[in-house]
């Protein structure tokens, strides 16, 4: 579980309905934090190999702990392919250090 203050990663793998590696257009990457207020948008995320991708997000240290949620929306050119994958992260409080 990533602490808040930390970067932290997510990875997609775009396919087709026949199971083929997909290549978008275009993404946006949407970070919310707790509340589903939008803390982030990110459009280019880093390929990795064919439909795959990853992108990192950083929290802030003042950003609140809790249950995160990232919405990843690709889409095809020309539309209207579109795929959305949706996760929720739970970001924790980082542990005291004395």
């Given at each position: ?5 930390e ?15 997909f290549?978008?257009?275009?993404h ?6 707790p509340?589903?207020s939008?803390?982030?948008t ?28 990232v919405i990843?929306t ?14 929720k ?6 542990p005291?250090?004395r």
């Amino acid at each position: 579980m990533p602490n808040i203050g930390e970067t932290f990663r997510v990875s997609a793998t775009m396919t087709d309905l026949t199971g083929a590696a997909f290549t978008p257009a275009t993404h946006s990457i949407r970070l919310y934090a707790p509340g589903r207020s939008l803390s982030q948008t990110l459009t280019v995320p880093t390929l990795i190999g064919a439909g795959q991708y990853y992108i990192d997000f950083t929290t802030a240290s003042t950003d609140p702990f809790g249950l995160w949620e990232v919405i990843w929306t690709a889409s095809a050119a020309p539309p209207p392919p579109v795929g959305i994958g949706k996760l929720k992260i739970l970001i924790g409080d980082p542990p005291v250090r004395r």
